[in-house]
């Protein structure tokens, strides 16, 4: 099985930046989709940004359109999220994901990683 390694979490205050790595253990196919979600205590796992392999191909999710910048590095197979401007409700797990049938759907994702703690102080 693909496994999937996150880190770059932490804690920081408000408005405070973060970059998320994540590196899978093989090499991902074009087609395939690397994404992040994160979930809160008592809320379920929510989608925020995803980029297909091949052609970089992104997603957002209205929640971090335009504080978060989701990329990859061919070179390092990693795949990044770029956050800024963070927020005390951005506290939450978040997990790296991958889709090797190329879709951003929560349901759809093959593989997960264990998850990387964020949490943002007032």
């Known amino acids: 099985q693909v496994q999937l390694v996150e880190s770059g979490g932490g804690s920081v205050s408000a408005g405070g930046s973060l970059r998320l790595s994540c590196v899978p253990s093989e090499r991902s196919y074009s087609s395939t989709v690397l994404a992040w979600f994160r979930q809160a205590p008592g809320k379920e796992r929510e989608f925020l940004a995803g980029?297909?392999?091949?052609?970089?191909?992104?997603v957002y999710a209205d929640s971090v359109r335009g504080r978060c910048t989701i990329s990859r590095d061919r070179g390092e197979k990693t795949v990044y999220l770029q956050m800024d401007g963070l927020k005390p409700e951005d506290t939450a797990v978040y997990y790296c994901?991958?889709?090797?049938?190329?879709?951003?759907?929560?349901?759809?994702?093959?593989?997960w990683g264990r998850g990387t703690l964020v949490t943002v102080s007032s």
């Open positions: 994901a991958a889709d090797r049938s190329g879709g951003f759907d929560r349901s759809g994702m093959d593989y």
């Open positions: 980029i297909r392999w091949g052609y970089g191909t992104t």
